[in-house]
């Protein structure tokens, strides 16, 4: 089963859950600059909320890359929220790429809200999460 790795980030939080889940599934966490050059069965996929939805470099890496896309598995932090799945969803549906209902969320420090997270428990927990979904 080939696994990638993609992830938006703006201050950090999001790479730090992309790189220990990359690394508990043995592959290189990569910024969605980098184009899927074949196909993942699974892509774990990061990113966080601004301003109540995912930036457009999200939702031009799932458009760009859906026919090199077998499932998403979303990842990601924020201040406030619960899940990124709705706004991923909503692109990755027009785009017919399937997302699966697991996910991980934690939140993410923003300004003087959340000092430290992602923390250590919390990396601790996307590894578990991810070692689960890759049935690792
Ligand atoms: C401009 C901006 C807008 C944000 N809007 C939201 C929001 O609507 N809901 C929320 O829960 N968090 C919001 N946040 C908080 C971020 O989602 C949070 O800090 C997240 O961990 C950032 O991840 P990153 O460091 O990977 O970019 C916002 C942050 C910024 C900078």
């Keep these: 089963m080939k696994i990638a790795v993609r992830y ?3 201050s950090g939080n999001t790479k730090k859950l992309a790189e220990a889940i990359a690394d508990a599934v043995k592959v290189k966490a990569e910024n969605v600059a980098v184009p899927l ?5 699974i892509l774990f996929l ?3 909320y601004y301003t109540f939805d995912v930036d457009e470099a999200v939702k031009k890496f799932i458009s760009e890359n859906s026919k090199n896309i077998g499932k998403i598995v979303c990842f990601g932090t ?3 929220m619960k899940s990124m799945i709705k706004p991923v969803k909503k692109v990755a549906d027009a785009a017919g790429v399937q997302v699966a209902k697991e996910d991980f969320h934690c939140k993410g420090s ?3 809200m959340h000092k430290g997270k992602p923390d250590e428990n919390d990396l601790k927990r996307s590894v578990v999460f991810a070692k689960m979904i890759a049935e690792l």
């Design 8 to 10: 938006y980030t703006r």
């Design 37 to 41: 050059t074949e196909k993942a069965d």
């Design 46 to 48: 990061g990113c966080s």
């Design 78 to 80: 924020s201040a406030m």
């Design 110 to 112: 923003f300004g003087p």
